[in-house]
């Protein structure tokens, strides 16, 4: 494009703010220059697809951004609700064409396919241009993915008053790429289940920031919800109910639905911890089931882990994880590791006889355990992914490929750097979504939740993935993620607890900082926020007020400072 067809404001107020109204993006791309020109959307307005041989999926993209460019209607949030815009629409230009291409010489693919390739290989950036006379708009990327990309950008910058879709900041170009490749949300849906329908409303919104990984955390020890093919009893016996599983048709439509939406789906299935239920099914696999007092056991109820010392136990574990592993189309597979309690192990006798007529150590089994259920998984092709304990509290042999993932605390980011593992940031002290709601214990009245205070959405928004790390270990900082723990949480409260809250992790990850190169901060932030609320609700979607509704429509008006 040339330059002076666009009317750069990227001179922000104190250096630190966007220009006057992009009050409407979310991640804030990484390049953005916009004017001052009102131009209003046609009633006719018609996404123009000039990729040969496009595929199902970029063609259901399209018809889902024509739904919200149509049905959004998205007040802009001033007093008013932009009823002082319409002096300004008045003979204003009309949008009616984005012409949606490819660059020349990139491979045509689904944007399912896509979303699937190995971290550092997907291609997510575009470039959105949007003149102010009318003439068509264009999207330009390097892959659907990044077409799809450019579609939920172009979403977002358009409001609704008096039958009227415009924006007032004409012209606008954008070129945008994210800064992580890793951008994800953790659901644990073992505590409790979540039906499919909500999987999949929560993987809408996903797309909506850019969130480009579903971390499915399954199963746990107080429920296993997914069908195994070749172990078919691990459902039937540790589901809550028949009705209360995951089918594999389940799982393939959840796969299918999310890579449509540009999101890799990363099957947990934590072991040698968090598996008591499995002793539904095969009791003597498991040490110490169901025992009391449960917190000698297990960091909550019910105790219960895998006897991973026997070799009957390591084969069963190895097998189930490849079954599973094999029906998935995503590059990586966690098996979890973390919270392993090694009293349970000490007066085990199964366990105990095993070590001892080896003549080896707890360690040394579990080094035998996740060289051969990783080994599994690397034969179907996964990348293993673990939590830190792995790394950091015990002594075993994991690829150099492994990733792992930090919780416990942003604090241990550094630990794990030094050994050289490629990392994904979901610190608890900052990403933890179901911090701050109390204990969920009984007989325990004043009890808090282990991770409290509740994380506020401004104060994850102040994570820094590259602190205490040297610049030589930037690059193995993949990403990161926030999370859902389902002790107190089911479908009905599941829009509220995790938006808007999560998208503020997307928004480090994707932007990393602001377009003129300013640092995130919250204040900017926040309208920004309130926007992307106010449109998730436009969508069905039930996320949690920020803030009062007369602090939403007057932006900064109700800052600590104001």
Known sequence: MAPSRYVGILALVAGCLLPSGVQALWPIPNKLETGTTALTVSPFFNFDVQVEGAPLDLYEAVSQAQFYLANDKLGRLVVGRGANDTTALVGANTLSTLTLSLMSGATVEPIASEAVKPLGTRSEEYTL?????????????????????????????????????YTLLAPIAITDTPAYPFRGFALDTARNYYPVSDILRTLDAMSWVKINTFHWHITDSQSFPLEVAQYPELAINGAYSPQEVYTPSDIQYIIQYAGARGIDVLL??????????????????????DETPWATYANEPPAGQLRFALPEVVNFTASLLADIASTVSSSYFSTGGDELNTPCYTNDYPTQLQLNSTNTTLNDALNTFTLATHGALIAEGKTPVVWEEMVLDWNITLSNET???????SEDALAVAEKGFRIVQAPSNYFYLDCGAGAWLGDDPTGNSWCDPFKT???????????????????????????????????ENLDPIVWPRAASSAEIFWSAQQPTGAPLNVTEALPRLQDLRFRMVQRGLKPIPLQPYWCAIRPDACDLTA
Do not use: K
Request: hydrophobic share 40%; aromatic share 14%.
């Open 457 to 491: 959405w401004s104060e994850s928004y102040t994570f820094d993935p590259l602190a205490n790390l040297t610049e030589a270990q930037y690059e193995l900082v993949l990403g990161g993620e926030q999370c859902l723990w389902s002790e107190q949480s089911g479908p």
């Open 403 to 409: 990733i792992v993932m930090v919780w416990i605390s």
């Open 268 to 289: 947990e299935i934590d072991t040698p911890g968090h598996t008591s239920i499995i002793a539904a099914t095969y009791p003597d696999y498991v040490a110490c089931f």
């Open 129 to 165: 241009t949007i003149p102010a006379d009318g003439s068509a708009a264009t999207l330009v990327a390097n892959s659907t993915l990044g077409l799809y990309r450019g579609l939920t950008t172009f979403n977002q910058l358009f409001y609704y008053y008096g039958g009227v879709t």
